[in-house]
Protein backbone atom coordinates (compact mmCIF):
# COMPACT_ATOMS: atom_id res chain seq x y z
CA UNK A 1 0.00 0.00 0.00
CA UNK A 2 1.34 3.42 -0.72
CA UNK A 3 0.81 7.03 0.68
CA UNK A 4 -2.26 8.74 -0.73
CA UNK A 5 -1.31 11.23 -3.17
CA UNK A 6 -3.41 14.09 -1.27
CA UNK A 7 -1.66 13.73 2.30
CA UNK A 8 0.69 16.21 3.21
CA UNK A 9 2.60 15.32 6.40
CA UNK A 10 5.65 17.62 8.16
CA UNK A 11 5.76 20.63 9.64
CA UNK A 12 7.25 22.69 7.28
CA UNK A 13 5.13 21.61 4.21
CA UNK A 14 1.57 21.88 6.43
CA UNK A 15 2.75 25.24 7.60
CA UNK A 16 3.10 26.36 3.82
CA UNK A 17 -0.21 24.41 2.71
CA UNK A 18 -2.12 26.29 5.02
CA UNK A 19 -0.87 29.78 3.62
CA UNK A 20 -0.79 28.45 -0.19
CA UNK A 21 -3.22 28.78 -2.49
CA UNK A 22 -4.99 25.12 -2.01
CA UNK A 23 -5.58 25.29 1.67
CA UNK A 24 -5.98 21.60 3.46
CA UNK A 25 -9.54 20.65 3.53
CA UNK A 26 -8.92 18.40 6.84
CA UNK A 27 -6.03 17.52 9.20
CA UNK A 28 -4.88 15.19 11.94
CA UNK A 29 -2.75 16.42 14.84
CA UNK A 30 -1.41 14.88 17.68
CA UNK A 31 -2.35 16.69 21.16
CA UNK A 32 1.59 17.88 21.24
CA UNK A 33 1.18 19.55 18.02
CA UNK A 34 -1.72 21.19 18.93
CA UNK A 35 -0.57 22.64 22.22
CA UNK A 36 2.60 23.81 19.97
CA UNK A 37 3.01 27.44 20.70
CA UNK A 38 3.80 28.36 16.84
CA UNK A 39 1.02 25.65 15.36
CA UNK A 40 -1.72 25.92 17.74
CA UNK A 41 -2.47 28.76 16.78
CA UNK A 42 -3.02 28.28 13.06
CA UNK A 43 -4.92 25.18 13.61
CA UNK A 44 -7.28 27.08 15.72
CA UNK A 45 -7.74 29.53 13.19
CA UNK A 46 -8.22 26.91 10.47
CA UNK A 47 -11.05 25.42 12.65
CA UNK A 48 -12.72 28.00 12.83
CA UNK A 49 -12.69 28.57 9.41
CA UNK A 50 -14.39 25.61 8.76
CA UNK A 51 -11.51 23.08 8.45
CA UNK A 52 -11.95 19.89 9.95
CA UNK A 53 -9.53 19.06 12.55
CA UNK A 54 -8.67 15.47 14.17
CA UNK A 55 -6.96 15.12 17.15
CA UNK A 56 -5.57 11.51 17.20
CA UNK A 57 -2.68 9.56 18.29
CA UNK A 58 1.02 9.31 16.87
CA UNK A 59 0.59 5.57 15.71
CA UNK A 60 -2.65 6.50 13.56
CA UNK A 61 -0.26 9.32 11.54
CA UNK A 62 2.45 7.29 11.44
CA UNK A 63 0.27 4.50 9.70
CA UNK A 64 -1.67 6.52 7.39
CA UNK A 65 2.01 8.20 6.06
CA UNK A 66 3.47 4.53 5.70
CA UNK A 67 5.90 5.19 8.49
CA UNK A 68 6.62 8.62 7.28
CA UNK A 69 8.39 11.93 9.18
CA UNK A 70 5.07 13.16 10.06
CA UNK A 71 6.51 15.36 12.91
CA UNK A 72 2.63 15.02 14.49
CA UNK A 73 0.65 16.68 11.85
CA UNK A 74 -0.88 15.42 8.45
CA UNK A 75 -3.21 17.51 5.85
CA UNK A 76 -5.54 16.53 3.45
CA UNK A 77 -4.80 18.99 0.38
CA UNK A 78 -6.33 18.67 -3.62
CA UNK A 79 -3.76 16.95 -5.28
CA UNK A 80 -0.90 18.41 -6.96
CA UNK A 81 -2.15 20.02 -10.49
CA UNK A 82 0.56 19.96 -12.67
CA UNK A 83 1.20 22.55 -15.29
CA UNK A 84 1.16 22.48 -18.88
CA UNK A 85 4.68 22.51 -20.51
CA UNK A 86 3.83 25.86 -22.82
CA UNK A 87 2.33 27.10 -19.77
CA UNK A 88 5.09 26.55 -17.77
CA UNK A 89 7.26 28.23 -20.66
CA UNK A 90 5.40 31.45 -20.69
CA UNK A 91 5.48 31.48 -17.09
CA UNK A 92 8.85 31.29 -17.07
CA UNK A 93 9.62 34.23 -19.56
CA UNK A 94 7.45 36.59 -18.33
CA UNK A 95 9.32 36.56 -14.85
CA UNK A 96 12.58 36.46 -15.91
CA UNK A 97 14.37 37.76 -19.13
CA UNK A 98 16.71 34.27 -18.50
CA UNK A 99 14.61 31.85 -17.41
CA UNK A 100 16.23 28.73 -16.11
CA UNK A 101 14.56 25.64 -15.84
CA UNK A 102 14.93 22.27 -14.72
CA UNK A 103 14.63 18.45 -16.57
CA UNK A 104 14.54 15.68 -14.60
CA UNK A 105 14.90 12.69 -16.57
CA UNK A 106 13.51 9.50 -14.52
CA UNK A 107 13.94 10.58 -11.04
CA UNK A 108 12.37 8.05 -9.20
CA UNK A 109 13.49 8.62 -5.30
CA UNK A 110 11.32 10.77 -4.05
CA UNK A 111 13.94 12.25 -1.42
CA UNK A 112 16.08 13.07 -4.26
CA UNK A 113 13.05 15.18 -6.30
CA UNK A 114 11.37 16.49 -3.34
CA UNK A 115 15.69 17.88 -2.31
CA UNK A 116 15.98 18.79 -6.50
CA UNK A 117 12.71 21.12 -6.16
CA UNK A 118 13.63 22.61 -3.04
CA UNK A 119 16.87 23.99 -3.97
CA UNK A 120 15.51 25.30 -7.49
CA UNK A 121 12.65 27.35 -5.85
CA UNK A 122 15.62 29.10 -3.43
CA UNK A 123 18.00 29.63 -5.98
CA UNK A 124 15.46 31.00 -7.87
CA UNK A 125 14.80 28.91 -11.01
CA UNK A 126 11.16 29.16 -12.51
CA UNK A 127 10.09 25.52 -12.89
CA UNK A 128 10.74 22.03 -12.96
CA UNK A 129 9.46 19.56 -15.84
CA UNK A 130 8.89 15.87 -14.93
CA UNK A 131 8.26 12.88 -17.10
CA UNK A 132 4.74 10.90 -16.57
CA UNK A 133 6.16 7.69 -16.87
CA UNK A 134 9.05 5.72 -14.99
CA UNK A 135 9.68 8.19 -12.26
CA UNK A 136 8.41 9.79 -9.16
CA UNK A 137 5.64 12.22 -9.21
CA UNK A 138 4.44 15.12 -6.46
CA UNK A 139 4.04 12.23 -3.88
CA UNK A 140 3.67 13.01 0.17
CA UNK A 141 7.22 12.52 0.48
CA UNK A 142 8.00 14.51 -2.39
CA UNK A 143 5.78 17.55 -0.59
CA UNK A 144 7.46 17.11 2.53
CA UNK A 145 11.37 17.16 1.11
CA UNK A 146 10.24 20.03 -0.67
CA UNK A 147 9.58 22.33 2.90
CA UNK A 148 6.98 24.33 1.34
CA UNK A 149 8.46 24.68 -2.07
CA UNK A 150 5.63 23.58 -3.99
CA UNK A 151 3.67 26.15 -3.06
CA UNK A 152 4.94 28.73 -5.52
CA UNK A 153 7.31 26.41 -7.53
CA UNK A 154 5.72 25.64 -10.74
CA UNK A 155 6.02 21.51 -11.89
CA UNK A 156 5.29 20.46 -15.48
CA UNK A 157 4.87 16.58 -15.81
CA UNK A 158 4.91 15.68 -19.80
CA UNK A 159 4.29 12.27 -21.55
CA UNK A 160 7.66 12.42 -23.58
CA UNK A 161 10.81 14.17 -22.31
CA UNK A 162 12.85 13.99 -25.86
CA UNK A 163 9.08 16.00 -27.27
CA UNK A 164 9.24 18.36 -24.22
CA UNK A 165 12.71 19.20 -25.00
CA UNK A 166 12.52 19.80 -28.62
CA UNK A 167 9.35 22.42 -27.60
CA UNK A 168 11.57 24.45 -25.26
CA UNK A 169 14.57 24.50 -28.10
CA UNK A 170 11.90 25.89 -30.24
CA UNK A 171 11.14 28.73 -27.52
CA UNK A 172 14.62 29.85 -26.96
CA UNK A 173 16.02 27.55 -24.37
CA UNK A 174 19.47 26.09 -24.42
CA UNK A 175 19.33 22.95 -23.32
CA UNK A 176 22.64 21.82 -20.77
CA UNK A 177 22.66 18.06 -19.84
CA UNK A 178 24.55 16.69 -17.08
CA UNK A 179 26.92 13.88 -17.60
CA UNK A 180 30.19 12.80 -15.63
CA UNK A 181 31.93 11.61 -18.82
CA UNK A 182 31.38 15.05 -20.64
CA UNK A 183 35.42 16.74 -21.08
CA UNK A 184 33.63 20.27 -20.60
CA UNK A 185 33.47 21.25 -16.97
CA UNK A 186 30.08 22.99 -16.01
CA UNK A 187 32.23 26.51 -14.79
CA UNK A 188 33.99 26.77 -18.40
CA UNK A 189 30.60 27.38 -19.83
CA UNK A 190 29.00 30.65 -20.46
CA UNK A 191 25.47 29.75 -18.82
CA UNK A 192 23.87 32.66 -20.07
CA UNK A 193 20.31 33.16 -21.85
CA UNK A 194 17.14 30.97 -21.44
CA UNK A 195 18.86 27.41 -20.31
CA UNK A 196 17.08 24.58 -19.54
CA UNK A 197 18.95 21.58 -17.19
CA UNK A 198 18.63 18.64 -17.26
CA UNK A 199 19.66 15.73 -14.98
CA UNK A 200 19.89 12.29 -14.71
CA UNK A 201 17.84 9.62 -13.11
CA UNK A 202 20.10 8.45 -9.73
CA UNK A 203 21.10 5.00 -11.74
CA UNK A 204 21.96 5.95 -14.90
CA UNK A 205 22.14 9.22 -15.42
CA UNK A 206 20.91 10.82 -18.69
CA UNK A 207 19.55 8.21 -21.45
CA UNK A 208 21.07 7.89 -24.42
CA UNK A 209 18.48 9.71 -26.46
CA UNK A 210 17.97 12.82 -23.94
CA UNK A 211 21.76 13.49 -24.58
CA UNK A 212 21.60 13.34 -28.07
CA UNK A 213 18.75 15.63 -27.52
CA UNK A 214 20.95 18.27 -25.43
CA UNK A 215 22.71 20.85 -26.85
CA UNK A 216 25.75 21.01 -24.64
CA UNK A 217 26.63 18.25 -22.06
CA UNK A 218 28.73 19.67 -18.91
CA UNK A 219 30.43 17.75 -16.13
CA UNK A 220 30.97 18.78 -12.38
CA UNK A 221 34.63 17.95 -11.66
CA UNK A 222 35.45 15.55 -8.87
CA UNK A 223 38.25 14.75 -7.23
CA UNK A 224 37.81 11.87 -5.03
CA UNK A 225 36.74 8.40 -5.72
CA UNK A 226 33.20 8.54 -6.04
CA UNK A 227 32.23 8.44 -10.21
CA UNK A 228 28.94 10.64 -9.78
CA UNK A 229 26.63 12.28 -7.32
CA UNK A 230 23.28 12.35 -5.89
CA UNK A 231 20.52 13.71 -8.18
CA UNK A 232 19.85 16.52 -6.10
CA UNK A 233 23.33 17.36 -4.89
CA UNK A 234 24.57 17.69 -8.41
CA UNK A 235 21.11 19.85 -9.46
CA UNK A 236 22.23 22.37 -6.42
CA UNK A 237 26.19 22.08 -7.43
CA UNK A 238 25.07 23.16 -11.21
CA UNK A 239 22.03 26.06 -10.38
CA UNK A 240 24.60 27.84 -7.56
CA UNK A 241 26.95 28.07 -11.24
CA UNK A 242 24.09 29.15 -13.23
CA UNK A 243 23.23 31.93 -10.67
CA UNK A 244 26.74 32.58 -9.51
CA UNK A 245 27.91 33.37 -12.98
CA UNK A 246 24.61 35.95 -13.37
CA UNK A 247 25.40 37.96 -9.96
CA UNK A 248 26.21 41.21 -10.60
CA UNK A 249 29.96 42.05 -8.92
CA UNK A 250 29.73 42.92 -5.46
CA UNK A 251 26.19 40.93 -5.29
CA UNK A 252 27.72 37.58 -5.45
CA UNK A 253 28.25 37.48 -0.98
CA UNK A 254 25.17 38.68 0.22
CA UNK A 255 22.70 36.72 -2.57
CA UNK A 256 25.11 33.50 -1.60
CA UNK A 257 24.74 34.28 2.30
CA UNK A 258 21.29 34.74 1.84
CA UNK A 259 20.46 31.44 -0.32
CA UNK A 260 22.56 29.05 1.72
CA UNK A 261 20.72 30.21 4.67
CA UNK A 262 17.45 29.63 2.94
CA UNK A 263 18.38 26.22 1.50
CA UNK A 264 20.03 24.83 4.76
CA UNK A 265 17.36 26.24 7.07
CA UNK A 266 15.25 23.89 8.87
CA UNK A 267 17.73 20.58 7.72
Request: with cysteine; aromatic share 6%.
Amino acid sequence: MTTRDDLVYGRHAVVAALGGDRPPTRLWVTAKVRQDSRLGPLIAAAKEQGMVIDEVPVHRLSQMTQGGNHQGIVAQVIPYEYWDLTRLIAHAATVSEQPVLIVADSINDPHNLGAMIRTAEAMGAQGLVIPARRAVGITPTVFKVAAGALETFPVARVTNIQQALMELKTSGFWIYGTAAHSPQPIHQVDLQGAIALVIGSEGRGLGTLTERNCDSLVAIPLQGNVPSLNASVATAMVLYEVFRQRWPAGLGQTVSDATFKKVTEGV
